[in-house]
């Protein structure tokens, strides 16, 4: 599978962004999906992931009750609404796929998630 994420860009502290995130292929509704994000310097982190027909969803503490997560099978898409942003929350963020080969499992672990796509950076300023 194939990804493709944008919606990024520079945003105020306290305002809103969407991101998406397109895959290619027939089978989307198959992977669990995961948003991650890497600020510069840093390893890449969790940020919130959702199961495949999108009835269960889990998200990093740092952005609970602020990012929402969800998707449309029927458009091969993923999205992350983030509200009340942060500076902190600056940082190139990452769609990725879980083909779920250990099992129908939703994770923040990385290392579960072997397709990625390009990334696309959000950046708050104060």
């Known amino acids: 599978v194939q990804l493709q994420a944008s919606g990024g860009g520079l945003v105020q502290a306290g305002g809103s962004l969407r991101l998406s995130c397109t895959a290619s292929g027939r089978t989307f509704s198959t992977y669990h999906m995961g948003w991650f994000r890497q600020a510069p310097g840093k390893e890449r982190d969790f940020v919130a992931a959702i199961s495949r027909r999108g009835a269960r969803t889990v998200y990093a503490d740092s952005v609970k009750g602020r990012f929402t997560i969800s998707r449309d099978n029927a458009k091969n898409s993923v999205y992350l609404l983030m509200n009340n942003l942060k500076r902190e929350d600056s940082a190139g963020y990452y769609c990725?796929?879980?083909?779920?080969?250990?099992?129908?499992?939703?994770?923040?672990?990385?290392?579960?998630?072997?397709?990625w796509g390009q990334g696309t950076q959000v950046t708050v300023s104060s």
């Open positions: 990725a796929a879980d083909p779920m080969f250990r099992g129908n499992i939703l994770t923040g672990n990385r290392n579960e998630y072997p397709y």
